[in-house]
Protein backbone atom coordinates (compact mmCIF):
# COMPACT_ATOMS: atom_id res chain seq x y z
CA UNK A 1 0.00 0.00 0.00
CA UNK A 2 1.73 3.03 -0.82
CA UNK A 3 1.57 6.35 2.04
CA UNK A 4 0.29 8.84 -0.59
CA UNK A 5 -3.02 9.44 -1.89
CA UNK A 6 -5.35 12.13 -3.05
CA UNK A 7 -5.76 15.11 -0.84
CA UNK A 8 -9.51 15.97 1.09
CA UNK A 9 -9.33 18.90 -1.66
CA UNK A 10 -8.06 16.29 -4.66
CA UNK A 11 -5.81 19.73 -5.33
CA UNK A 12 -2.73 17.97 -2.89
CA UNK A 13 -1.36 14.72 -2.99
CA UNK A 14 -1.18 13.67 1.29
CA UNK A 15 1.27 11.22 2.36
CA UNK A 16 1.51 9.41 5.99
CA UNK A 17 4.32 10.20 7.94
CA UNK A 18 5.71 7.52 10.97
CA UNK A 19 7.91 8.20 13.96
CA UNK A 20 9.48 5.23 15.80
CA UNK A 21 6.86 4.87 18.65
CA UNK A 22 4.37 4.22 15.51
CA UNK A 23 2.47 7.15 15.63
CA UNK A 24 1.42 8.65 12.47
CA UNK A 25 0.98 11.77 11.06
CA UNK A 26 -1.28 12.21 7.89
CA UNK A 27 0.14 16.11 5.67
CA UNK A 28 0.04 17.06 2.58
CA UNK A 29 2.80 17.15 -0.26
CA UNK A 30 3.42 21.08 -0.39
CA UNK A 31 6.66 20.74 -2.48
CA UNK A 32 9.35 18.04 -3.64
CA UNK A 33 12.83 19.14 -3.97
CA UNK A 34 15.23 17.04 -5.45
CA UNK A 35 18.68 17.65 -3.80
CA UNK A 36 22.18 15.38 -4.75
CA UNK A 37 20.24 12.75 -5.97
CA UNK A 38 17.32 12.55 -3.31
CA UNK A 39 14.25 14.01 -3.36
CA UNK A 40 12.82 15.36 -0.44
CA UNK A 41 9.54 17.17 0.80
CA UNK A 42 8.26 19.65 2.43
CA UNK A 43 4.64 18.67 3.99
CA UNK A 44 1.81 20.44 5.97
CA UNK A 45 -0.40 18.45 8.19
CA UNK A 46 -4.20 17.85 7.43
CA UNK A 47 -4.76 17.92 11.16
CA UNK A 48 -3.97 21.29 13.23
CA UNK A 49 -0.80 21.18 14.86
CA UNK A 50 -0.71 22.19 18.44
CA UNK A 51 1.43 22.85 20.98
CA UNK A 52 1.41 21.94 24.60
CA UNK A 53 2.42 25.14 27.61
CA UNK A 54 2.27 25.35 31.31
CA UNK A 55 0.59 28.38 31.80
CA UNK A 56 1.96 30.73 34.84
CA UNK A 57 0.45 34.16 36.82
CA UNK A 58 2.51 36.80 35.34
CA UNK A 59 5.37 35.11 33.66
CA UNK A 60 5.51 33.73 29.73
CA UNK A 61 3.85 30.16 29.18
CA UNK A 62 6.43 27.49 28.99
CA UNK A 63 6.45 25.07 26.16
CA UNK A 64 6.53 21.34 27.08
CA UNK A 65 8.38 19.61 24.94
CA UNK A 66 8.24 16.44 26.04
CA UNK A 67 5.05 14.54 27.04
CA UNK A 68 4.27 10.88 26.97
CA UNK A 69 1.02 9.58 25.24
CA UNK A 70 -0.08 8.14 28.72
CA UNK A 71 0.00 11.91 30.44
CA UNK A 72 -2.41 12.36 32.47
CA UNK A 73 -2.23 16.32 31.30
CA UNK A 74 -3.25 15.15 28.07
CA UNK A 75 -6.28 13.06 29.03
CA UNK A 76 -7.55 16.56 30.83
CA UNK A 77 -6.68 17.76 27.74
CA UNK A 78 -9.11 15.15 25.26
CA UNK A 79 -12.53 15.89 27.72
CA UNK A 80 -12.05 19.77 27.63
CA UNK A 81 -11.33 19.71 23.43
CA UNK A 82 -14.70 16.93 23.53
CA UNK A 83 -16.13 19.93 25.01
CA UNK A 84 -15.42 21.83 21.59
CA UNK A 85 -16.70 18.96 19.48
CA UNK A 86 -12.22 18.61 18.70
CA UNK A 87 -10.32 15.51 19.20
CA UNK A 88 -7.03 15.68 20.65
CA UNK A 89 -4.72 13.47 17.99
CA UNK A 90 -1.12 11.96 19.41
CA UNK A 91 0.62 12.28 16.51
CA UNK A 92 4.16 11.72 14.85
CA UNK A 93 5.84 14.69 15.02
CA UNK A 94 3.38 16.79 17.32
CA UNK A 95 -0.12 17.02 18.71
CA UNK A 96 -2.77 17.48 16.21
CA UNK A 97 -6.55 18.58 16.51
CA UNK A 98 -9.22 17.08 14.32
CA UNK A 99 -12.05 19.24 13.99
CA UNK A 100 -14.12 22.12 12.92
CA UNK A 101 -11.77 25.24 13.96
CA UNK A 102 -12.86 28.83 13.77
CA UNK A 103 -10.67 30.50 11.57
CA UNK A 104 -8.43 33.57 14.02
CA UNK A 105 -9.57 37.23 13.54
CA UNK A 106 -7.90 38.91 10.64
CA UNK A 107 -7.75 41.82 12.85
CA UNK A 108 -5.73 40.13 15.67
CA UNK A 109 -3.74 38.40 12.89
CA UNK A 110 -2.32 41.60 11.59
CA UNK A 111 -1.66 42.70 15.05
CA UNK A 112 0.73 40.30 15.12
CA UNK A 113 2.47 41.05 11.99
CA UNK A 114 2.91 44.68 13.25
CA UNK A 115 4.36 43.19 16.67
CA UNK A 116 6.57 40.46 14.69
CA UNK A 117 7.97 43.18 12.62
CA UNK A 118 9.78 44.02 16.24
CA UNK A 119 11.12 40.65 16.72
CA UNK A 120 11.52 38.23 13.53
CA UNK A 121 12.27 35.26 15.75
CA UNK A 122 9.58 35.33 18.29
CA UNK A 123 7.18 32.35 17.49
CA UNK A 124 3.50 33.67 17.45
CA UNK A 125 0.45 31.31 19.13
CA UNK A 126 -3.12 31.33 19.40
CA UNK A 127 -4.21 30.02 22.16
CA UNK A 128 -7.40 27.22 21.55
CA UNK A 129 -8.35 25.84 24.85
CA UNK A 130 -6.96 26.04 28.67
CA UNK A 131 -7.26 23.81 31.54
CA UNK A 132 -6.39 22.78 34.63
CA UNK A 133 -4.67 19.69 36.50
CA UNK A 134 -3.78 18.78 39.59
CA UNK A 135 -3.94 23.02 40.50
CA UNK A 136 -1.66 24.15 37.02
CA UNK A 137 -3.21 25.51 34.46
CA UNK A 138 -1.91 24.11 30.98
CA UNK A 139 -3.15 25.84 27.46
CA UNK A 140 -3.44 23.88 24.40
CA UNK A 141 -1.66 26.85 21.59
CA UNK A 142 -1.90 26.78 17.86
CA UNK A 143 1.30 27.97 16.06
CA UNK A 144 0.17 31.06 13.89
CA UNK A 145 3.05 30.55 11.55
CA UNK A 146 2.65 27.39 9.18
CA UNK A 147 4.27 24.25 10.37
CA UNK A 148 5.72 22.11 7.82
CA UNK A 149 7.93 18.77 7.80
CA UNK A 150 10.59 17.97 6.33
CA UNK A 151 11.08 14.21 4.51
CA UNK A 152 13.52 11.78 2.65
CA UNK A 153 11.08 10.36 0.01
CA UNK A 154 12.22 6.82 -0.45
CA UNK A 155 10.35 4.63 -2.90
CA UNK A 156 7.02 6.30 -2.48
CA UNK A 157 6.98 6.79 1.28
CA UNK A 158 7.89 9.42 3.55
CA UNK A 159 10.93 8.96 5.94
CA UNK A 160 11.56 11.67 8.98
CA UNK A 161 15.21 12.92 8.96
CA UNK A 162 17.68 12.38 12.02
CA UNK A 163 18.50 15.67 13.74
CA UNK A 164 22.21 15.81 11.99
CA UNK A 165 20.46 15.50 8.56
CA UNK A 166 17.53 17.81 9.16
CA UNK A 167 20.44 20.51 10.60
CA UNK A 168 22.40 19.78 7.10
CA UNK A 169 19.71 19.65 4.63
CA UNK A 170 16.98 22.09 6.14
CA UNK A 171 19.15 25.22 5.05
CA UNK A 172 19.66 23.69 1.22
CA UNK A 173 16.28 23.33 1.36
CA UNK A 174 15.15 26.78 2.21
CA UNK A 175 17.50 28.47 -0.56
CA UNK A 176 16.03 25.91 -3.04
CA UNK A 177 12.50 27.24 -1.71
CA UNK A 178 13.69 30.96 -1.74
CA UNK A 179 14.98 30.63 -5.61
CA UNK A 180 11.78 29.33 -6.33
CA UNK A 181 10.25 32.54 -4.47
CA UNK A 182 8.26 30.00 -1.76
CA UNK A 183 6.73 31.29 0.22
CA UNK A 184 6.15 35.03 -0.97
Given at each position: ???????????????????????????????????????????????????????????????????????????????V??E?????????????????????????????????????????????????V???????????????V????????????????????????E??L???????
Amino acid sequence: MSDIAAGKSGDHPTLLVRDREGHDLLCFLEHLIPLDGQDYALLSPVDTPVSLFRLREDDEPEPITSVSSSEPILSVADVVLQEHDLVLVRSAITLTVSGELEEPDQEDLEELDDEDDLDDDAETFELLVSFMVDAQEYGLYIPLDPFLVLVRMVDGQAELLSEDELDRIQPRIEAELEEREWPE
